[in-house]
């Protein structure tokens, strides 16, 4: 003991430096003990962070890099970077980093645990918790495979070796993965309501503009729903620890199910429906309310451009009625696995009581859906008027080229149960599409003119007042449309309504192709038409119809509504094109997206990533991806590799060929 406390005094004890520079290139050493990260120069300590004020350790290359956490009264920054001679001695500073922070920190000797193997490599300390002061212990392998160590903010360690140990342990029935496909999708659900029930009304009661009645509809109809999931959540997450063995349900014999939760959520669901049934008023009132308000059309703009708000407000207000759909789909798909089990009988319940509830709010969900998504589109057009009127349906919008003149054009489509809009992308600061002009769709025809105009994939639209050739970007683009403008067309003299202006009674905005002025583009438009659709910062610049713009492509109502029933979340391993290692992310599929978290429990996503206009295949040979359960998602030069942690959720994914199939189940991956 007397020898032991001499050391502690002594302060370069045991310490080994690691040469290393700061940004400015001033000559450092580093160097790690009990207490933390220390800082020399020369045999000098200048600095010391303590384990409790290091949030995450990590290195890139060359440089080291140590997060630490916010401190006001701190004059550092949040990170700092240093520079050591290479990567490999980096990974080494690193891994002993994490080493001692495991063995200091321990309270009590961990056991030792029978090893199935004659040798090993490396040490059995592995970092479990954060550097808040909370107990960590040596773990074996609980995560997801990576090709390269992570210090992520949790602070585990994950390899390919530990990630194999886990999914031994995982148990392999299906049904467990369709429960924790509801545990995934549940958790960004309840993140989906607390958009509206916490953050948005967060931000209106900094203001007193909203109506009360506006205000009591969203409360008395959105309170209870969150609430019911809350307590929904927390059964569907123990049930899943039950099942993969974390607690004693052995002793009580319920583990292993999942459908009587369900059924003793969608009982307390069917109570609610008359709040259900009333979503869709919250989101006419609001809309109304809006148009009579400046200052809460303003705010409820700024909501949206925050990071939480990653979809468009009207969208979070329909994710109760959509839950209802995906509530559906997981109980079928557990009721034709489980016969016979113990579980069916529950499964079986719940499935006729949900399926009544959707059949009972369908017609509320198709109407509330099509008015979404017309007040959505009326953000991004501008020189429009009263576009979301009794009777009108959206059924497809994309990008045609347009014959004219000066040759063609590329323009953004509009078609509506009444008439076809075009448009071409402006340069206002919402990123909004200009409105050049519109075709009534009464007593319109058409036929296709590739032979008669030399152009491929074109077509003629003659309407009563003018005629206009357009061409698709491929030959199903090409047939998409011309069926659909059938269709509509068909519809419209069948009602014997005629069509509604859309445009603007402004005398600039009513400016015919003809008189000029309106179908020119600048250098500056076409230049930023052109511009990649990762470089936007607007919010408005990655909706649905600015990647249709950027990808050449279209979408129709019934793609939304296939989107909206197949959407899913859960962890993938990333993995760029370039880049060796694989990136564990949490990621949520949605309105032809992908969106990444850190984790489940972030609330906002760090980046996004449109699919429309994606191919999916699985990776060759060639391409050197020597890990299992790996697709491809390619764009020109765009590609990311994915993997998913089980067979059974790669093999849901394998079948998928074109993109906008691609773009409706493509969270067949996700787990």
């Known amino acids: ?27 450092l050493s580093l160097a790690v003990s009990h207490i933390g990260l220390l800082v020399f120069q020369g045999h000098t300590k200048i600095n010391a962070f303590n384990w409790s004020k290091v949030r995450k350790l990590s290195f890139k290359r060359k440089r080291f890099l140590i997060k630490l956490r916010p401190d006001l009264n701190s004059a550092y920054q949040d990170t700092l970077e240093f520079v ?38 490396g040490s059995s300390f592995r970092f479990s918790q954060s550097s808040n002061g909370h107990q960590p212990s040596p773990i074996n392998a609980h995560s997801s495979p990576l090709s390269s160590p992570l210090f992520t903010d949790a602070g585990y360690v994950r390899t390919d070796d530990e990630d194999e140990v886990r999914r031994k342990k995982c148990p392999t029935d299906k049904a467990y993965f369709i429960a924790k496909e509801l545990l995934t999708t549940e958790r960004t659900f309840q993140k989906d309501l607390a958009v509206i029930t916490v953050w948005f009304q967060a931000v209106l009661g900094k203001e007193d503009i909203l109506p009360d009645s506006v205000r009591t509809l969203i409360n008395t109809n959105y309170d209870p729903v969150y609430q019911l999931h ?74 949206e451009q925050q990071k939480v708000c990653y979809l468009s407000l009207n969208m979070f207000l329909l994710r109760p009625l959509h839950r209802l759909l995906h509530y559906k789909l997981i109980l079928e798909r557990l009721c034709k696995h489980y016969p ?123 309407g009563q007042r003018q005629s206009v050739v357009v061409a698709a970007s491929c030959v199903s683009e090409m047939v998409k449309w011309m069926e659909d403008i059938r269709m509509a ?62 990808r050449n492509t279209s979408v129709s109502m019934v793609d939304f509504s296939v989107a909206v029933e197949n959407q899913l979340s859960g962890n993938l391993l990333r993995k760029f094109k370039n880049s060796n290692g694989w990136q564990k992310l949490w990621v949520v599929f949605t309105n032809f997206s992908l969106f990444f978290y850190k984790s489940h429990q972030d609330d906002y996503p760090l980046a996004s990533l449109p699919l429309l206009g994606y191919s999916l295949t699985v990776p060759a040979e060639t391409e050197n991806i020597q890990k299992d359960y790996v697709f491809k998602l390619h764009f020109k030069s765009h590609v990311y590799y994915f993997r998913s942690e089980s067979q059974y959720t790669f093999q849901r994914s394998v079948p998928l060929a074109t993109c906008l199939v691609l773009s409706s189940v493509v969270w067949c991956c996700l787990q």
């Open 340 to 462: 016979p089990h113990q579980d069916f009988r529950d499964s079986r319940a719940a499935l006729a009581d949900i399926s009544e509830m959707v059949l009972q709010l369908q017609g509320t969900m198709m109407k509330m859906e099509n008015i979404q998504k017309l007040l959505e589109l009326k953000k991004d057009l501008t020189g429009i008027q009263d576009l979301a009127i009794p009777g009108r349906e959206f059924i497809r919008l994309g990008c045609l080229s347009k014959l004219s003149g000066k040759g063609l054009q590329q323009r953004m489509f509009f078609l509506f149960s009444d008439s076809l809009v075009y448009t071409s992308r402006g340069m206002t600061a919402d990123n909004q599409f200009k409105v050049h002009g519109q075709l009534p769709l009464y007593g319109m025809t058409i036929r296709e003119s590739e032979d008669e105009w030399g152009v491929p994939h074109s077509f003629t639209l003659f």
């Open 489 to 550: 067309v068909v519809l419209v003299e069948q009602s014997n309504r005629p069509s509604t202006d859309l445009l603007s009674t402004s005398r600039s905005d009513r400016k015919s192709p003809e008189e000029g002025g309106v179908e020119a583009e600048s250098e500056e438009e076409l230049s930023a038409s052109r511009s990649s659709l990762e470089r936007q910062s607007a919010q408005r610049g990655n909706t649905t119809v600015h990647v249709c713009w950027h």
């Open 1 to 27: 003991y007397q020898l032991l406390e001499m050391a502690r005094r002594l302060e370069m004890y045991g310490v080994r430096l690691h040469p290393a520079k700061d940004r400015e290139g001033t000559k």
């Open 230 to 303: 809350q307590a929904f959540l927390k059964e569907v997450e123990q049930r899943l620890q039950q099942w993969e063995g974390r607690s004693n349900a052995h002793i009580k014999g319920d583990y292993q199910r999942v459908g009587d939760v369900m059924l003793k959520n969608i009982q307390g669901l069917k109570q609610l429906t008359s709040l259900l049934q009333r979503h869709g008023e919250v989101l006419v009132e609001l809309e109304r309310s809006c148009r009579a308000s400046q200052r809460l059309q303003e705010l409820c703009r700024e909501f």
């Open 84 to 121: 050591m001679a290479s990567r490999d001695c980096c990974k080494i500073f690193w891994k002993i980093c994490v080493e001692y922070h495991a063995f200091f920190r321990l309270f009590e000797e961990p056991k030792p645990k029978a090893k199935a193997v004659l040798f090993t490599r």
